[in-house]
Antibody, heavy 122, light 110 residues
Framework: QVQLRESGPGLVKPSETLSLSCSVSGDFVDTYSWTWIRQPAGKGLEWIGYSYINGDTKYNPSLRGRVAMSVDTSQNQLSLKVTSVTAADTAIYYC????????????????WGQGTMVTVSS | QSALTQPASVSGSLGQSITISCSGTDSDVGANDYLSWYQHHPGKAPKLIIYDVRNRPSGISNRFSGSKSGNTASLTISGLQAEDEADYYCTSYTTYSTVLFGGGTKLTVL
């Protein structure tokens, strides 16, 4: 059974880069497509992007090119970078696995990490 | 791309049924059947309860059911239980290969 665990600095200064990792256990990271999602305090869930099984990526256009996702097969983990952060990037960040049963179910995220809180503040 | 539209809150009594709607457009909810629902208890990770409009993952109670008509999807929870009190989010894959979440619905079990 796949398990995910996010990690990273809990505090990032404005204008700097937020960097998070998501450790994958129970299977190989290059077996599935993955996604990152965040939730600002008191608000709803926001999709950040996909990291596809073929290595390509797709991002939420609202993040205006500030996002980069990647996969490290040697470490069996995912990574997320958000550049030029502001207070609006303060949120709980989740990594999740995209469900694949026969074919990929693009809106179905069946395994989630526990989430990691990131605060943007000087 | 705007978030999908959900009611901010719904409530129901123990044992009753409730339905949560999720409205979108021809570019998302109406474009395909990649429509999911998540249950989110504060402080925990969201849980997938419905995918592809009406399919339940293994281990999810059959009290949860989903449907879709045109640009509106619905989640019905029957036989409400105290543990169903949570936030519920719909999610849709769009024609732009992106994902939209609904704004979330807070379910209160009376």
């Amino acid at each position: 059974q796949v398990q995910l665990r996010e990690s990273g600095p809990g505090l990032v200064k404005p204008s700097e880069t937020l960097s998070l990792s998501c450790s994958v256990s129970g299977d190989f990271v290059d077996t599935y497509s993955w996604t990152w999602i965040r939730q600002p305090a008191g608000k709803g869930l926001e999709w950040i992007g996909y990291s596809y099984i073929n290595g390509d990526t797709k991002y939420n256009p609202s993040l205006r090119g500030r996002v980069a996702m990647s996969v490290d097969t040697s470490q069996n983990q995912l990574s997320l970078k958000v550049t030029s952060v502001t207070a609006a990037d303060t949120a709980i960040y989740y990594c999740a696995k995209v469900l694949s049963t026969g074919w990929t179910r693009w809106a179905a995220f069946d395994v989630w990490g526990q989430g990691t809180m990131v605060t943007v503040s000087s | 791309q705007s978030a999908l539209t959900q009611p901010a809150s719904v409530s129901g009594s123990l044992g009753q049924s409730i339905t949560i709607s999720c409205s979108g457009t021809d570019s998302d909810v109406g474009a395909n059947d990649y429509l999911s629902w998540y249950q989110h208890h504060p402080g925990k990770a969201p849980k997938l309860i419905i995918y592809d409009v009406r399919n339940r993952p293994s281990g999810i109670s059959n009290r949860f059911s989903g449907s879709k008509s045109g640009n509106t999807a619905s989640l019905t929870i029957s036989g409400l239980q105290a543990e169903d009190e949570a936030d519920y989010y719909c999610t849709s894959y769009t024609t732009y290969s992106t994902v939209l979440f609904g704004g979330g619905t807070k379910l209160t079990v009376l």
